[in-house]
């Protein structure tokens, strides 16, 4: 296994940084819903064929990564071969018609070298100054230098089944706001950086036509000076009272959400919809 050192940028395969202990975005976000839902993330990981769909994009799209094949029958030898194979982290089988989505994907999909020369899947790893607690964050794309603006945008692809072109409400669901602020704040631990910075999202249709568009967060952006970095620290400060006091993550699963009743309560357009006094019947 790769030697990890604190700060440091890594080139190492997914199954050595997932397997790392240290805290990523992924996990935090799941801790900031319960201790509960982080120690059930950290017990209960994801399997491979839950990921495979992300995994294959990622690595053809990016260049980095497990070869993908389309699945063949497992009642052959061949087939018994290719899934033994994808055992390992070299390699990820799809079915038939999700090989061919991709591939289709792949058609029309952006080169991230000619939005930016930079270098795909690049693990970072630093120490939170303030709790001591192991920080990591895998970039998916992350440039040689700043952009023509001055700004160091840092890049990560995601593919969406819904309309992309309505990405921001997928961010606020999804946290995206902090995935953005956590990996910028990574990036500035690994390497010092004192510039502007920002985080792009470059985000493809999984459908037909599988056209692809690029949406930014700014470090100023309130999103994100307002709200992920708020939201970030005071989870790392609530976190690294469970490491430092060593609570086993089985503890942690009998604090979960709130069991007192609370009041269901709709916002004023709800009510105004119900109620068929919204705008939407004015003449």
């Known amino acids: 296994m790769t030697e990890v050192k604190f700060p440091s940028m890594v080139d190492m395969p997914d199954k050595e940084y997932f397997a790392h202990p240290a805290i990523d975005q992924t996990g935090l976000k799941k801790f900031m819903e319960s201790p509960r839902a982080y120690a059930w993330h950290k017990l209960n990981p994801l399997d491979n064929s839950t990921l495979a769909f992300g995994k294959a994009a990622h690595s053809l799209i990016l260049g980095s990564g497990p070869k993908v094949e389309r699945k063949l029958d497992g009642r052959t030898k061949a087939g018994k071969a290719q899934a033994e194979q994808a055992k390992s982290d070299d390699l990820v089988i799809l079915s038939g018609s999700d090989y061919e989505k991709l591939q289709n994907m792949v058609d029309y999909a952006p ?100 056209d692809w568009m690029i949406w930014e967060l700014s470090e100023n952006d309130p999103e994100i000076s307002l709200v992920a970095v708020k939201q970030i620290r005071e989870a790392l400060d609530r976190l690294s009272f469970y490491w430092k006091n060593h609570i086993p993550l089985e503890d942690m699963l009998n604090q979960g959400l709130p069991k007192n009743p609370l009041p269901i309560r709709f916002t004023d357009w709800q009510m105004n919809h119900l109620i068929g006094d919204d705008d939407q019947w004015e003449m």
């Open 111 to 210: 080169d991230m070298n000619s939005l930016v020369e930079g270098k795909p899947e690049i693990a970072l790893f630093a120490i939170d100054p303030a709790t001591g607690l192991e920080l990591k964050g895998k970039a998916d794309w992350l440039p040689d230098h700043p952009g023509m603006d001055g700004v160091m945008w840092l890049y990560d692809y995601k593919t969406t089944g819904h309309d992309v072109q309505d990405f921001t409400g997928s961010a606020y669901k999804f946290g995206y706001h902090i995935q953005a602020a956590f990996y910028m704040m990574l990036y500035r631990l690994v390497t010092g950086y004192q510039g502007a910075m920002g985080f792009r999202f470059v985000v493809q249709e999984k459908q037909e036509p599988y």
